[in-house]
T-cell receptor
Framework: AQSVTQPDIHITVSEGASLELRCNYS??????LFWYVQSPGQGLQLLLK??????LVQGIKGFEAEFKRSQSSFNLRKPSVHWSDAAEYFC???????????????FGQGTILTVHP | DSGVTQTPKHLITATGQRVTLRCSPR?????VYWYQQSLDQGLQFLIQ???????AKGNILERFSAQQFPDLHSELNLSSLELGDSALYFC?????????????FGEGSRLTVL
């Protein structure tokens, strides 16, 4: 069964500082990988996704993530954080073709990001 | 705007009652997913429908049921409600033209059971 671990429940950074949110997944093959962001009272918005190809993927709002197969990781990064980035971030893994789990996403527990001015 | 519409946005009801949550997927998406988000359980997958048929089941209680209609909208029925059912229920859609990809989430229906 697929699973996702986000080791950091809460991260605090200063505005302008760099950010890295960790994500480790468990899946039998190369999965689909996603990062979503949830602002208070809102639904989840897709930041970026990895399906195949270049392991460094660019997303919206200046975010990027790197897929590292050897480490089963898909960490999210941003070089300079803005106050508006304060939100909860979810990493998710999706199954590839075949089986009843195709298309379903499994989410990590989320990381809450606080940005100090 | 994700294109996924959920109603109602907020719902307050009493234990033992039954409620129905409704979801309209993005135009062209064939699959609908229901997730429950609570403080202690996080985002839990409940159930998936694809083009009207149940595709996958997750941690969905027997008191809960769902269906997807011919026009592809979906309803999640929650019955014999308990205090612990209070949560944010998300609907997501995906699989345009049958191609798997990312999911698009609605803004959720917040259920409070008193």
């Amino acid at each position: 069964a697929q699973s996702v671990t986000q080791p950091d429940i809460h991260i605090t950074v200063s505005e302008g500082a760099s950010l890295e949110l960790r994500c480790n997944y468990s899946y039998g093959a190369t999965p689909y990988l996603f990062w979503y962001v949830q602002s208070p009272g809102q639904g989840l918005q897709l930041l970026l996704k990895y399906f195949s190809g270049d392991t460094l993927v660019q997303g919206i709002k200046g975010f990027e993530a790197e897929f590292k197969r050897s480490q089963s990781s898909f960490n999210l990064r941003k070089p300079s954080v803005h106050w508006s980035d304060a939100a909860e971030y979810f990493c998710a893994v999706g199954a590839r073709a075949g089986g009843t789990s195709y298309g379903k996403l499994t989410f990590g527990q989320g990381t809450i990001l606080t940005v100090h001015p | 705007d994700s294109g996924v519409t959920q109603t109602p946005k907020h719902l307050i009801t009493a234990t033992g009652q039954r409620v129905t949550l409704r979801c309209s997927p993005r135009s062209g998406d064939l699959s609908v997913y229901w997730y429950q988000q609570s403080l202690d359980q996080g985002l839990q997958f409940l159930i998936q429908y694809y083009n009207g048929e149940e595709r996958a089941k997750g941690n969905i209680l027997e008191r809960f049921s769902a269906q997807q209609f011919p026009d592809l909208h979906s309803e999640l029925n929650l019955s014999s409600l308990e205090l612990g059912d209070s949560a944010l229920y998300f609907c997501a859609s995906g699989w345009p033209q049958g191609i798997a990809g990312e999911l698009f989430f609605g803004e959720g229906s917040r259920l409070t059971v008193l």
